[in-house]
């Protein structure tokens, strides 16, 4: 058996339902729904890149694996489900982003630490592998693809490359002067604009062209783990030109209104953090992003051809899922982080192929740290225990990893005794620097509460009948009960973050 994890970054579940399903055609993630099973209540455990990716590669929480918000560098003395994939006789790739160390740390991380046997890596910032590229095979679009780069304030960018050149000031020359509208989409910004180069030369591109090839050039003899993961949606948006004219704008949905801004109870972070941008230009912004995901499935196209032509399909398993979502305006927010509205949390996740039931739908309640034992059940390995050899030995094995395989699921059988709640964290964002934004979450199948400390705000949403968490009822007295059972429900999910233990230097149990 193979396995093709197919990530993309930033996109909520919702952005592929309703409005905007009608606006944006999905035609091969509309083949892979109906070729497997779609979990649509599945949720990221801590919903920005850095958190997600950790829990993606290790099965392990936030707190288990330590990696609590962007900035942290994941510790590759850490099992990884690559690692283990690999030392099972798997040939193991990645391809895209991984974000196991941070942007500010440089461009060429060794990720082969990880797990990886090949590695074509290429970021949110644009700098390394892919950017040398396009100087060194496309030097004529060299100039645009440095415009796309918006982060030059990374360190590496100061002194890139062996030559140590400032990047950085090339960059913020070319961006001060770059034209970002066309004659088509004038209306194109820093933010969202249509991609200014062809798209065989497009990050997107890139990444599925050295994925395609690791898989057409596999030993057939051995298994292969083929992890795909894509720097879009998430923004700056850039689609090619002619994905922008798939889209429907007139479709698009509305943003749900900023309701908490009268709301007592309103999350103090939200004020600081709220209305961010033009909120007038909410279609312009959705229409890209969906642009961006329509690229994304055409790019799910070609892998799913590459799999079925080399008569892999039924030998492999494939995931889609991505790391958190995008409120795009929605509640007037955009991006992710502590505002856990269904935007931010929910994401996609389909898994189809070998043994996987065809065309089936899934309302269990699933999150990031499932994956993992799901990989290892379907590569027939066991999952990891933690060790006992103390003085007092258990007689019970202790698990390894927090989560469950989603695979009997996934072949139409139900899980006795399965969760009917998860849990949702977040810490500090990229601009925060106070724990008054630290949102706990439980979200069972039909309430969401949400708390933030040191007084800073509770939301309590019944999403069956307010599915767009307009209606904060946490300071309702009939709701009081309600509220203290989902408290009570969440302290328990605090505490249980740290079991298993968390496997950093750990030896034995009951050694002390």
């Given at each position: 058996?193979?396995?093709?994890?197919?990530?993309?970054?930033?996109?909520?579940?919702?952005?592929?339902?309703?409005?905007?399903?009608?606006?944006?055609?999905?035609?091969?993630?509309?083949?892979?729904?109906?070729?497997?099973?779609?979990?649509?209540?599945?949720?990221?455990?801590?919903?920005?890149?850095?958190?997600?990716?950790?829990?993606?590669?290790?099965?392990?929480?936030?707190?288990?694996?330590?990696?609590?918000?962007?900035?942290?560098?994941?510790?590759?003395?850490?099992?990884?489900?690559?690692?283990?994939?690999?030392?099972?006789?798997?040939?193991?790739?990645?391809?895209?982003?991984?974000?196991?160390?941070?942007?500010?740390?440089?461009?060429?991380?060794?990720?082969h630490q990880y797990g990886f046997d090949v590695v074509h890596n290429t970021e949110d910032p644009r700098g390394g592998e892919w950017l040398d590229w396009v100087e060194r095979e496309h030097p004529e679009h060299y100039e645009s693809a440095l415009a796309t780069v918006w982060p030059?304030?990374?360190?590496?960018?100061?002194?890139?490359?062996?030559?140590?050149?400032?990047?950085?000031?090339?960059?913020?020359?070319?961006?001060?002067?770059?034209?970002?509208?066309?004659?088509?989409?004038?209306?194109?910004?820093?933010?969202?604009?249509?991609?200014?180069?062809?798209?065989?030369?497009?990050?997107?591109?890139?990444?599925?062209?050295?994925?395609?090839?690791?898989?057409?050039?596999?030993?057939?003899?051995?298994?292969?783990?083929?992890?795909?993961?894509?720097?879009?949606?998430?923004?700056?948006?850039?689609?090619?030109?002619?994905?922008?004219?798939?889209?429907?704008?007139?479709?698009?949905?509305?943003?749900?209104?900023?309701?908490?801004?009268?709301?007592?109870?309103?999350?103090?972070?939200?004020?600081?953090?709220?209305?961010?941008?033009?909120?007038?230009?909410?279609?312009?912004?959705?229409?890209?992003?969906?642009?961006?995901?329509?690229?994304?499935?055409?790019?799910?196209?070609?892998?799913?051809?590459?799999l079925e032509e080399a008569g892999l399909w039924e030998e492999t398993v494939l995931f889609f899922l991505s790391d958190h979502g995008d409120l795009l305006y929605d509640h007037g927010f955009f991006g992710k982080a502590e505002r856990h509205y269904d935007a931010c949390v929910r994401?996609?996740?389909?898994?189809?192929?070998?043994?996987?039931?065809?065309?089936?739908?899934?309302?269990?309640?699933?999150?990031?740290?499932?994956?993992?034992?799901?990989?290892?059940?379907?590569?027939?390995?066991?999952?990891?225990?933690?060790?006992?050899?103390?003085?007092?030995?258990?007689?019970?094995?202790?698990?390894?990893?927090?989560?469950?395989?989603?695979?009997?699921?996934?072949?139409?059988?139900?899980?006795?005794?399965?969760?009917?709640?998860?849990?949702?964290?977040?810490?500090?964002?990229?601009?925060?620097?106070?724990?008054?934004?630290?949102?706990?979450?439980?979200?069972?199948?039909?309430?969401?509460?949400?708390?933030?400390?040191?007084?800073?705000?509770?939301?309590?949403?019944?999403?069956?009948?307010?599915?767009?968490?307009?209606?904060?009822?946490?300071g309702e007295r009939g709701h009081a009960e309600t509220r203290r059972a989902l408290r009570d429900r969440l302290l328990e999910e605090v505490v249980l973050q740290d079991f298993p233990h968390p496997p950093r230097d750990f030896i034995a149990m009951g050694i002390h």
């Amino acid at each position: 058996m193979n396995i093709v994890l197919f990530m993309v970054d930033q996109l909520s579940a919702k952005w592929l339902e309703g409005g905007s399903a009608m606006a944006c055609p999905t035609p091969n993630l509309d083949r892979l729904r109906r070729a497997g099973t779609t979990f649509i209540n599945a949720y990221a455990s801590n919903p920005v890149c850095c958190a997600a990716r950790a829990t993606l590669a290790t099965g392990l929480t936030s707190r288990g694996h330590g990696v609590l918000q962007n900035g942290y560098r994941l510790n590759p003395e850490l099992p990884t489900v690559m690692r283990t994939l690999q030392g099972a006789g798997w040939q193991t790739g990645a391809f895209g982003k991984l974000h196991f160390e941070p942007h500010y740390g440089g461009f060429y991380s060794d990720f082969h630490q990880y797990g990886f046997d090949v590695v074509h890596n290429t970021e949110d910032p644009r700098g390394g592998e892919w950017l040398d590229w396009v100087e060194r095979e496309h030097p004529e679009h060299y100039e645009s693809a440095l415009a796309t780069v918006w982060p030059s304030s990374i360190p590496a960018f100061s002194a890139y490359g062996a030559q140590k050149t400032d990047l950085a000031k090339r960059i913020r020359e070319i961006r001060e002067t770059f034209v970002w509208g066309t004659a088509d989409y004038p209306n194109g910004t820093a933010q969202y604009y249509v991609l200014p180069f062809p798209e065989e030369l497009s990050q997107t591109a890139w990444i599925s062209g050295h994925a395609l090839r690791f898989i057409a050039g596999a030993d057939r003899n051995r298994s292969f783990y083929a992890h795909l993961s894509y720097v879009q949606p998430h923004g700056p948006s850039c689609p090619p030109a002619e994905y922008m004219e798939r889209i429907v704008p007139s479709l698009i949905p509305e943003p749900v209104a900023p309701e908490w801004t009268d709301d007592p109870l309103a999350p103090q972070c939200f004020l600081n953090d709220g209305f961010r941008g033009d909120i007038a230009a909410w279609r312009d912004r959705r229409h890209f992003y969906l642009a961006d995901v329509a690229h994304l499935d055409h790019q799910l196209g070609l892998v799913l051809d590459a799999l079925e032509e080399a008569g892999l399909w039924e030998e492999t398993v494939l995931f889609f899922l991505s790391d958190h979502g995008d409120l795009l305006y929605d509640h007037g927010f955009f991006g992710k982080a502590e505002r856990h509205y269904d935007a931010c949390v929910r994401i996609p996740l389909i898994v189809a192929g070998g043994g996987v039931r065809q065309g089936q739908t899934c309302d269990a309640l699933v999150q990031h740290e499932d994956i993992v034992p799901t990989v290892l059940e379907v590569a027939g390995l066991p999952h990891p225990q933690l060790p006992d050899q103390g003085p007092h030995k258990s007689k019970a094995a202790v698990p390894g990893l927090p989560g469950k395989s989603l695979l009997p699921w996934c072949r139409g059988v139900r899980v006795p005794n399965w969760r009917d709640a998860v849990y949702i964290e977040s810490y500090n964002n990229t601009d925060s620097r106070t724990p008054l934004n630290w949102a706990r979450t439980i979200r069972t199948d039909d309430w969401r509460y949400t708390f933030y400390p040191g007084g800073a705000g509770e939301q309590l949403f019944y999403h069956a009948d307010d599915v767009d968490e307009t209606r904060n009822l946490a300071g309702e007295r009939g709701h009081a009960e309600t509220r203290r059972a989902l408290r009570d429900r969440l302290l328990e999910e605090v505490v249980l973050q740290d079991f298993p233990h968390p496997p950093r230097d750990f030896i034995a149990m009951g050694i002390h």
